[in-house]
Structure formats: C-alpha cells, structure tokens
DNA sequence: ATACAAAGTTAGGTTAATCTAACAATATTT
DNA sequence: AAATATTGTTAGATTAACCTAACTTTGTAT
C-alpha cells in the first residue's frame, strides 16, 4: 500500500503511543497532541486510514492499529531507527542529532534500501538510544527495563537506554558524564525532592527525579 | 530559504534542462512536460518561485534561474549524485537501481547530512553515471565531452557517462558489455542507418545510433 | 500581411492536510 | 442524578499542488 508522509506519521504516532503507555487503546486527543496537530485535524485522518483498513475505531470510540496498519507502523520505526544508527556509527553524528534527520529519512521508500542498510550496518539490535530496532520480520526485542528512578541506595546498575529523545536532554546526559552501557552506582536519594546521588566512572553527580525517569536501566 | 519538495523539483528541473539544451532560457511547456505536469500547473508554481526570487522571469517571456535559484538548485543535484554514489559504493546498488531512490534522498534537508556523507564518500568527483559531482563550494566539474556518436571509425576512445539515465537504457549497456571508463574502438559505421560497429574489452557490439548518441565518450 | 499553429496564461475546480468554531457524547464530580 | 468538565465530531474555510477548458500572445508559413 502506498502512504502519504503524513499517513505514515500517524500509524508511527498510534504505535509509539502505545509503547510508551502500555495501554492498547488510544484516543484522538492524545494522537493529535503527539502529532501536534487539533483533534478534528486527527479526526478526519483517523476517518481515512479506518477506510484504508489501517486502523480499528469507531465514533467516539478507542483508536486501535490493525495488524496491517501494526506491521506498517513497526517497518517505520525500523528504518528511523536503522537511519540513527546509520548517521551515529558512519557519519559521525551525535545522539542527540540523529532524531532530527531520521525523521525525514524513515519516509524513503525503497525495500532495497532498507535491507542493504541493515546488512551494510552489520544487522544491528539496537539504535544509538538503546531502543531496539525491529528485524526484518518486524520482530522487536523487547527487554524489560526499569527506569533509574525505581533504584534505590546501594544498587548498582546498567543504562540500557533513554526514554526521553530531545536533543537537550540527550546533551545534559552526556555532560553527567552517562551514555549507554555505563554503570551505575546509586549513592543516595534525598527523601524531600528525590534527588538522587549516582556514581558513574568514578564521578558523582546529582539528578533530579525527572531526569532519572528517562534514563532505563537494567539491574546488576 | 526553505522549500517544499515540490519546489525544490522545479528548481533541478530548470537547471537539468539548461544543462542539457545548452541554452539558458527554457519555456512553460518544456518545464512542464520535464516534470510531467501540466503549461498551467507550472506557470503557477512559476509565479510561486518569481516571488520568492528564485526564477526570473515575466509572462510570455523565458525562464531563467536567478543565482540563488541556481545555487539551491546545484545543492539539490550535489545531493543527488552523493546519495548515488553511496548506493552503488556502499550498499551495492547497481547503477540502473540508484536514481529513483535518490530523486527522494535529493530532498533530505541537512546541511550536516551532505557534508558528513561527502567526506564519507571520500569527496567522490563523479556519480556512477559519469556525471560530475557539485562540491561544497557548488562548483562543478564540466569537462568537456563528445556523444560516441560522433566518433568515426579508426577512432579510439573511453566511456565516460551516459546520457540517459534510465534503467532500461542503463541494463543494455551493461548487457553489450560497456562501462565507464572502458576504452572503445569504432569498427565501423553503416552508412544507411548509421549503425556502429564497436570494440569493447575485445568483444565486437553493433549499437544504433540513438544509443551512440546517450554514451559519452572522449578520445584517446 | 493574414492566417494558422504553437506557446503561454487565466479562470475555476479538486484533493490532501490543515485550521477554527460550534456542537455532541462521554466521563467525572458534587 | 444533575452539573460540569473532558473528549470527540462536524461544518466550513484555507493552502499547496495539481487538473481542464477557454483564452491570449507570439511565432511561422503561406
Ligand atoms: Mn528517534
Ligand atoms: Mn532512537
Ligand atoms: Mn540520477
Ligand atoms: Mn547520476
């Protein structure tokens, strides 16, 4: 099936959603604020894919991906996130500037292209975040992940990857001294404000709550 | 200055047309049947780019690039051939599969992109086609060059770009056994019909002449 | 120098993707 | 259960990129 740029965005939005919630079903004003655009702009794109087949909903009704428009969905992130990868391992970028341009390239439509990247990047498992990326058969290696902020005093564990996406965030992380893979020594946890003390090669740092609920980790 | 796709098409249009007449001043209907519109759909877009100083030009008069115009629409083409040269070189594309993949790569906006991919590349003067590679600077490489067509027998010389550009014709040079730089012996010439009699790699190939006058060749 | 042909323009219409403003349905609170 | 808030839908408008059909200008040939 042949999409629209704007189609894609929207079946890639529904799928994200649900990732990131846990929750199946998904309503159309938090798909149009995660699109930034206004409900009734979601409303009549929601209208057209439920005639393409590509989603599940009725009028006020729950918004669901059908397998079809699941499996589109899955192919997008795959080659966003084969585009990171791209850009971090063989163009020299930085984490924090691969989003930007994988958004545009995830758009290119060659099957060719994304096969041939995959194999020119050695089949890799994860993106420069640490999220997986889907294989071929739009499997995802999905591994359960804790975010720094469930650990506690004494802990010791392992970032995995980010949940937050945003250039300065991924910037700030850099500058505590983090990236994927490091290993985290939880130090102590301020009760009041729930700032938490880390140790990462040696060095100490404070970070807030907020920013410890974007860093996934795995324990030790 | 930032442009639509669409724009952006219009403005490689008139440089390739340029490029290819020789002559500077293009008309409506040549625009169009470039990009496969309709006179009235680009005499539309071209009040669009007029006002935006990209093109010159007044009605029933001829169209001309402005510089800025011409300078965007020479990125576009630098862009182009890079994402060529990066599917045949790195992803194994052949040369026949590139150019419809990179007719949408041409639009990727990052400047960082182009430049990282360059020096990837290596600094690449030419395209799988043979055709020149705009560096950063926008300057091209035009180096003269003659149709084998033109060529007369006794004559030796070395492919080194095609004029078209499309599958079907790239696969049948393939198939007679030419490539570029490959050196070329003119056998002979049927008076008649202008058939060419030619030596490649030792193997003789008999080629018409509208397939003599899409090989560019200079003599040895 | 007309007449005809080719080239270019305008007017008015369509579709995709967006918006605002008004309205309807559902969920939550008192 | 009623009132209120939240969520979702509809109607009508806009913009970009396209179209067809009719028209105008320019170029060519008799
Ligand atoms: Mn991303
Ligand atoms: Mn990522
Ligand atoms: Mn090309
Ligand atoms: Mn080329």
């Given at each position: 099936m042949l999409l629209s740029y704007t189609e894609e965005n929207y079946l890639k939005a529904l799928l994200k959603i649900t990732f990131d919630s846990g929750v199946e079903k998904v309503g159309t004003n938090e798909l149009a604020s995660a699109l930034d655009v206004k409900p009734a702009t979601a409303n009549d794109m929601l209208k057209k894919l439920k005639e393409k087949m590509l989603v599940d909903y009725k009028k006020y009704g729950k918004i669901n991906l059908t397998s079809e428009g699941k499996k589109i969905a899955i192919e997008i992130i795959r080659k966003h996130r084969l585009w990171e990868t791209f850009l971090y391992?063989?163009?020299?970028?930085?984490w924090d500037e691969v989003h930007e341009v994988a958004e545009q390239l995830e758009?290119?439509?060659?099957q060719k292209l994304v096969d041939k990247l995959d194999k020119f990047l050695a089949y890799?498992?994860?993106?420069?975040?640490?999220d997986p990326i889907p294989n071929s058969k739009g499997e995802i290696k999905i591994h359960y992940k804790k975010t720094l902020s469930e650990m506690t005093p004494g802990n010791t564990c392992k970032m995995v990857a980010v949940k937050d996406n945003s250039s300065p965030f991924l910037q700030y992380v850099v500058k505590v001294g983090l990236g994927i893979n490091n290993e985290i020594n939880i130090i102590s946890i301020q009760e009041y404000d729930l700032m938490m003390v880390i140790e990462v090669n040696g060095q100490q740092s404070t970070v807030s709550q907020k920013f410890a609920e974007n860093i996934y980790v795995v324990n030790k």
């Open positions: 391992q063989k163009l020299e970028f930085s758009h290119i439509q060659s890799p498992e994860f993106d420069p975040h640490g």
